[in-house]
Nanobody
Framework: QVQLVESGGGLVQAGGSLRLSCAAS????????IGWYRQVPGKQRELVII???????KYADSVKGRFTISRDNAKNTVYLQMNSLKPEDTAVYYC?????????WGQGTQVTVSS
């Protein structure tokens, strides 16, 4: 099992930046893939960015060039750096981890971008 705790959400103006953190209860080396999804009311949860244990990343086209993911393996923490934020980035952001084909989710953190 993996417990995930997100932090770092909040309100920011368009063009600003935020960094989200996801602290995992086990070593990130033991996690097959970890990353971020987001969801707005009435819509399906969508992939934002994810990184595999091998270091390969997958991005949503809408965030390429603006969002980056990084890992601090010593702290079992993954970060989502979000730059040049747009109002359409407003959503609840969820940390996701996959271990042995099973998905685990954090509780979510709200990101609101004002225009």
């Amino acid at each position: 099992q993996v417990q995930l705790v997100e932090s770092g959400g909040g309100l920011v103006q368009a063009g600003g930046s935020l960094r989200l953190s996801c602290a995992a209860s086990r070593s990130t080396f033991s996690i097959d893939a970890i990353g971020w999804y987001r969801q707005v009311p009435g819509k399906q949860r969508e992939l934002v960015i994810i990184i595999s244990s091998g270091g390969s990343t997958k991005y949503a086209d809408s965030v390429k060039g603006r969002f980056t993911i990084s890992r601090d393996n010593a702290k079992n923490t993954v970060y989502l750096q979000m730059n040049s934020l747009k109002p359409e980035d407003t959503a609840v952001y969820y940390c996701n981890a996959v271990v042995n084909y099973r998905a685990y989710w954090g509780q979510g953190t709200q990101v609101t971008v004002s225009s």
